[in-house]
């Protein structure tokens, strides 16, 4: 019941959010993959990023943003991906009229 009941609410919030989903490229070391969900709803956009390795499940969040206005900064192409030996870095960048309000950077590890 307990599971029912969250899947369905986090239908809904997609729903309601307006939510898309992104699989960003190039994907880094042994396969592993930065998949961002981006939400907008009324003035506040948010974003978190998850790391995707071989197995295709994603164990918790990366890290996450909160920009001005419902922008979508990985929508938008402002963003850069780059990835080391170790994993990767996701640096979000706002505009001037649309700022990053929280979060921005964060390291990506399948590890």
């Given at each position: 019941?307990?599971?029912?009941l ?19 490229r190039p ?10 969900r ?9 974003g978190?990023v ?10 918790g969040?990366?890290?996450s943003?909160t920009?001005?206005d419902?922008y979508r ?7 850069k ?9 996701l640096?979000i960048s706002g505009?001037?009229t649309?700022?990053v309000?929280?979060?921005g950077?964060t ?5």
């Amino acid at each position: 019941m307990t599971a029912a009941l969250g899947t369905t609410w986090g239908a809904v919030d997609d729903l309601i959010s307006n939510v898309e989903y992104r699989v960003l490229r190039p994907a880094g070391p042994g396969g592993c993959t930065a998949v961002v969900r981006e939400t907008s709803f009324l003035v506040t956009g948010k974003g978190e990023v998850y790391a995707v390795g071989r197995t295709g499940l994603a164990l918790g969040e990366s890290g996450s943003w909160t920009v001005d206005d419902g922008y979508r900064p990985i929508d938008a192409g402002t963003y850069k991906l780059s990835w080391g030996r170790e994993g990767g870095h996701l640096r979000i960048s706002g505009t001037s009229t649309d700022p990053v309000l929280r979060g921005g950077s964060t390291d990506i590890d399948c590890g």
